[in-house]
């Protein structure tokens, strides 16, 4: 189907994000785009968002595509926002640029924590922090422990993301292990 739908021509991807693993909120976003006729999805690697999207198209007699996105240390797919309690100030300019409710902070001037499933790692508030109490740290999923469970489930391909930035033989390796275990597209 996937092959049939790329010659076609008339497809288009959308992404969900590798870094977004707010259930709600991709099934929501997923929904709407089904309704729209979209066929075609690049989710993050996290076997019950597939499930997710597994039985919108059932729910919507789709016959769609599903892609699971990897990455690797500096990719911004995977990374968040952390935020080091000791800088914070609790001042909450961060919480005002923030459009996925991931920050929140359980009083007035006490420090901002992060609802990690809701970050998609935009850099949005760092770049408005002006204590340097945040930073973007990668969380990339290990392959080796989630791939073989979505594969069982379904899926029609997988993304990897990489950048000039890591290290050509962990690249590799990461590749190799991809293939490994999913041989298709």
Known sequence: ???????SSKCIKIIAGAGNTNRDYVRKLIEVYIRAGVKYFDVAADIEIVRIVKNLFK???????IAVSYGISDDPHVKKVVIDHSLCTGCGLCKTVCEQDALFHEGTHTPMYVRFNNCIGCGKCFDKCSFGAMSMKAFPKEIKDTLPEIVKEGIDTVEFHVSGLQDVDLVYDKWKEIQSIYPGM
């Open 1 to 7: 189907m996937l092959k049939e739908l790329l010659e």
């Open 59 to 65: 729910k919507y007699d789709v016959d769609g595509a």
